[in-house]
């Protein structure tokens, strides 16, 4: 990334994946700080000692949370007002997919919506009110093909018809027992995956409308 030199950077998901490739390349980028996010400390430990050995650089800084829960959310963004560090660039990578039979958390919201797109939003938001984005910070979602609905095993239903058919066309209803895989919506691993990421390309056209002028989100 230009300009990159002395940043501070913040990847959810940093321990494993796309997430810790993406801490690799922003060392390599040049810079300054890099927050390993991960669900609980020996993984963003784990994922620390890894890529300082990798990249040669002492510049990753650990952070426990897990996004599937509110009060960790919250916990890890009080922990970020005490350092005082102002996050120039928020990847939020983290993502979750499971089998049968359906986790969910305690709120009752099935695990790959509490952890992408609850658990993001929230963290996002509470970054916001605390301050803690920098003032041209720029934010990247990690997408998927899968929200086209095109990709093989990944169906995304037509979410009007669905919500006539089982719900009396009330959307907000449909989406609901979506994000929480209840009657009558019928839990599938891959397309609940693909409909979380169709949810999450809504939500960052409407979020990245709503930053302040000078950040933007991808």
């Given amino acids: 990334m230009n300009n990159s030199i002395g ?4 990847v959810t998901g940093a321990n494993s994946g796309l997430g810790f490739e993406a801490a690799a390349q922003l060392a390599d980028a040049g810079f300054g700080t890099i927050i390993l996010a991960a669900r609980n400390e020996a993984k ?3 994922a620390r000692a890894r890529l300082t050995e990798r990249t040669a650089r002492d510049i990753f800084e650990t952070l426990a949370m897990d996004l599937g829960e509110p009060e960790s959310v919250d916990a ?3 922990e970020l007002a005490t ?3 102002k996050i120039d660039v928020l990847l939020l990578n983290a993502g979750i997919t499971k089998p049968p039979p359906v986790e969910r958390n305690r709120a009752g919201i099935e695990l790959t919506f509490a952890v992408a797109n609850i658990g ?3 963290f996002t938001m509470r970054l916001l009110e605390e301050g803690l984005l920098g003032s041209h910070a720029r934010i990247v979602l990690a997408g998927s093909e899968a929200a086209r609905g095109d990709v093989p095993g990944m169906n995304v239903p037509e979410f009007q018809a669905y919500a006539d058919e089982h719900h009396g066309g009330d959307l907000e209803a449909a989406f609901e027992s979506m994000a ?3 009657a009558p919506y019928e839990f599938k691993q891959m397309a609940t995956y ?3 990421k169709s949810f999450a390309a809504w939500w960052s056209a409407v979020l990245a409308s709503k930053l302040p002028e000078a950040m933007t989100l991808k």
């Fill in 7 to 10: 940043k501070v950077a913040l």
């Fill in 180 to 182: 929480r895989a209840t």
């Fill in 76 to 78: 890890a963004v009080a």
């Fill in 194 to 196: 693909a409909i979380s």
């Fill in 44 to 46: 963003a430990e784990h």
């Fill in 83 to 85: 350092r005082g560090t």
């Fill in 120 to 122: 993001h939003h929230r």
